[in-house]
């Protein structure tokens, strides 16, 4: 399942704070918010629990996620083993506008749902598909209120 436009890459880090430097040096001008997160997410297996440290910032028109998993039950972060550098590529993330019609057409296509988190029709909510074995990463869906989009894109 493939559709919307992609506007994030995200990457898995053991250290937020190296990685963040790794972006300092290429042109980011000011430091990012590193926001803590500690969320249950349903998978197939049912609720699992992902404690991380996120930032989000924009660079040159693309936004970057860095994602430091402190405790991860699902596994799916440690899915992106080590290359020996401060953080390593997990997935892109498209925006769906209507999640109800999304979330449908997602049962009837072939990638299996990773985890996912809703949080009610007027609040951002987001599906990750385990894409590896087709594309070799996964791919993440968001929808979000409209004034919360504009807000993200007002950071660019």
């Given at each position: 399942?493939?559709?919307?436009?992609?506007y994030?890459i995200?990457?898995?880090?053991?250290?937020i704070?190296?990685?963040?430097?790794?972006?300092?040096a290429?042109?980011l001008?000011?430091?990012?918010?590193?926001?803590?997160?500690?969320?249950?997410?349903?998978?197939?297996?049912g609720p699992?629990?992902h404690?991380?440290?996120?930032?989000?910032?924009?660079?040159?028109?693309?936004?970057?996620e860095?994602?430091?998993p402190e405790?991860d039950?699902t596994?799916?972060y440690?899915?992106?083993?080590?290359n020996?550098?401060?953080m390593?590529?997990?997935?892109?993330?498209?925006?769906?506008?209507d999640?109800?019609?999304?979330?449908?057409?997602v049962?009837s296509?072939?990638?299996?749902?990773?985890?996912e988190?809703?949080n009610g029709?007027?609040?951002?909510?987001?599906?990750?598909?385990?894409?590896?074995?087709?594309?070799g990463?996964y791919l993440?869906y968001?929808?979000m209120?409209e004034?919360?989009w504009?807000?993200i894109?007002?950071?660019?």
């Amino acid at each position: 399942m493939l559709e919307s436009k992609a506007y994030q890459i995200g990457y898995v880090c053991d250290n937020i704070e190296e990685a963040i430097a790794v972006f300092r040096a290429r042109g980011l001008a000011k430091d990012p918010t590193i926001i803590p997160v500690d969320q249950m997410v349903e998978t197939a297996d049912g609720p699992k629990r992902h404690k991380l440290r996120i930032c989000m910032f924009w660079l040159d028109g693309e936004q970057y996620e860095l994602i430091e998993p402190e405790i991860d039950e699902t596994g799916h972060y440690a899915n992106a083993p080590s290359n020996g550098g401060p953080m390593r590529f997990h997935h892109h993330c498209q925006r769906v506008l209507d999640w109800d019609d999304f979330r449908r057409r997602v049962d009837s296509q072939d990638l299996p749902v990773a985890f996912e988190r809703y949080n009610g029709p007027d609040a951002l909510n987001f599906l990750y598909l385990d894409g590896r074995k087709a594309f070799g990463h996964y791919l993440e869906y968001v929808a979000m209120p409209e004034a919360m989009w504009n807000h993200i894109n007002a950071m660019s």
